[in-house]
Each structure stands twice: as structure tokens, then as C-alpha cells.
């Protein structure tokens, strides 16, 4: 099982910035891509940014040059990096990772952390 622990949500006015972390837990397995997702009140829940298999990072569309994702070595921390931030980056922000069992790595899992809430004042 991996463990996704988010922080550094809150509330900030527009143009200004925030930085988000989230803890993880290994617990032995081996991960395959880490990232965040946003969740806005009824609304889908999008990608914000991510690291893929091969450890290069996407972003979307709306975050290109204002938001920034890395991560530690270890691969324990997880963090995003969001400036400029606008009113509609109001949302519930979750960290996402893609996980194996190291021994059996044919079977891969989602986990999600709680979720930590910003909301950007205009």
C-alpha cells in the first residue's frame, strides 16, 4: 500500500502563490508515476501536473508556465509549485501516484491522497 499525504493548502489572493507537498509512503512498493490532480466543485477531477514512467513531467494545458511539480530522490516528497495563481485554480488538489509491487510488477494500483483545498480570492 502507498500512503499520499497532501499540505500547504489554503486560502490566497489572486497573483499570488502557494506550495503544495505530499508525503509518501512507500511502504515498499515501487511507484510508476506521481502527480497531482484537481477537483472543482462540480467539475471532473483534471491532471495538474505530473511525472511520467520515464521521468519526464506534463502539465495541463491551464498551469503551463505558472505551475511547477518535483520531487525529492527518494521519491518520498512530492511537491507543486503554483504562482500567478487565478481564481478558477480554486479546487480540491489531490496527490496521485501509480504503484507495483516490485516482485509482481505486472499489477499496478492508483492511490490517492485526501485532498487539500485552495481556494484563490479575486
Known amino acids: 500500500q502507498v500512503q499520499l499525504v497532501e499540505s500547504g493548502g489554503g486560502l490566497v489572493q489572486a497573483g499570488g502563490s502557494l506550495r503544495l507537498s505530499c508525503a509518501v509512503a512507500r511502504n515498499s512498493m515501487c511507484l510508476s508515476t506521481m502527480g497531482w490532480y484537481r477537483q472543482a466543485p462540480g467539475r471532473k477531477r483534471d491532471l495538474v501536473a505530473s511525472?511520467?514512467?520515464?521521468?519526464?513531467?506534463m502539465y495541463g494545458d491551464s498551469m503551463k508556465g505558472r505551475f511547477t511539480i518535483s520531487r525529492n530522490n527518494p521519491k518520498t516528497t512530492l511537491w507543486l509549485q503554483m504562482n500567478s495563481l487565478k481564481s478558477e485554480d480554486t479546487a480540491v488538489y489531490f496527490c496521485?501516484?501509480?504503484?507495483?509491487?516490485?516482485?509482481?510488477?505486472?499489477?499496478?494500483?492508483?492511490?490517492w491522497g485526501q485532498g487539500t483545498q485552495v481556494t484563490v480570492s479575486s
Open positions: 511525472f511520467t514512467t520515464d521521468g519526464s513531467t
Open positions: 496521485h501516484a501509480v504503484a507495483f509491487d516490485c516482485d509482481a510488477p505486472q499489477w499496478t494500483f492508483q492511490y
